[in-house]
């Protein structure tokens, strides 16, 4: 396809193809933004006093089980969070094609790595 | 890709930057650098898991200058993303979109994350004072 091809605005948009699931990924941004907005404010309270105490102080916090029930809510949907906006990050920025799907496989791969490897260390 | 030619969008070269355009790009940064962060919230749970020694190694690199210039940072990073975050989610229902609105917004992101950056802070050497 070449930028110059006359097309009303219709046909090169099928051309283009429809979002179809940009939807759901644009919903599921703002379910996770949502509750980040308690469990951020909980998690910056929660960890001030604890980078100014040692182990044992972490021990005692973990051991809540409050604390790790808010700890499991946090970190999938932190990492959710944080796969959807570096994977429109991705698509913005990234010209090649190949280049963008890598990126996304890749932030897909590592926030699903670093949510299993957080709750495997909470549950512990 | 159709149009691998086209000039991308906006044109940074010739755009001014006003408080809008700065919030919205800080906004994307700011969450760069809190996914750097998370890095560090894996590497303390994972470390808390391990074991004492490995906790400490950890509280060793968050308390050298290098951690504290990073730590202070992501505090920052994290109450911008917050308090704009939230400015987002009220654009989502349809509201703030005055100019004058957008305007007054913006800069009580500015205002409020700055606030909670230099409060919490303040709480924290309060604390740590307190262990010494």
């Known amino acids: 396809m070449r930028c110059y091809q006359i097309q009303i605005p219709l046909a090169r948009a099928r051309g283009l193809g429809s979002a179809r699931s940009g939807a759901s990924q644009w919903w599921a941004q703002r379910v996770t933004a949502i509750a980040l907005v308690p469990l951020t404010i909980w998690f910056v309270v929660s960890i001030v006093p604890l980078m100014a105490a040692g182990h044992q102080a972490f021990l005692d916090w973990r051991g809540s089980r409050i604390n790790v029930v808010l700890l499991t809510l946090f970190v999938p949907m932190l990492f959710y969070h944080m796969a959807l906006g570096l994977q429109v990050i991705a698509e913005d920025y990234l010209r090649r094609e190949s280049t963008k799907i890598t990126a996304k496989i890749s932030i897909q791969l590592a926030c699903l790595t670093l949510t299993i490897a957080s709750i495997v260390a909470i549950l512990r | ?132």
């Open chain 2, 1 to 132: 890709m159709t149009h691998s030619h086209r000039p991308t969008s906006p044109a940074l070269q010739i755009y001014r930057p006003q408080l809008t355009s700065v919030l919205s790009i800080t906004h994307r940064l700011t969450g760069v650098a809190l996914s750097v962060g998370s890095l560090m919230i894996v590497a303390w749970l994972v470390a808390g898991a391990i074991g004492p020694s490995a906790y400490d190694g950890v509280l060793v690199f968050v308390r050298s200058w290098f951690g504290l210039v990073l730590l202070a940072g992501w505090t920052f990073a994290i109450f911008f993303h917050l308090c704009n975050g939230i400015r987002h989610l009220f654009w989502d229902t349809g509201r703030g979109f005055a100019l004058r609105t957008i305007y007054a917004s913006g800069w009580a992101v500015v205002a409020v994350s700055t606030a909670l950056t230099i409060g919490c802070w303040a709480a924290a050497i309060f604390l740590a004072w307190g262990v010494e």
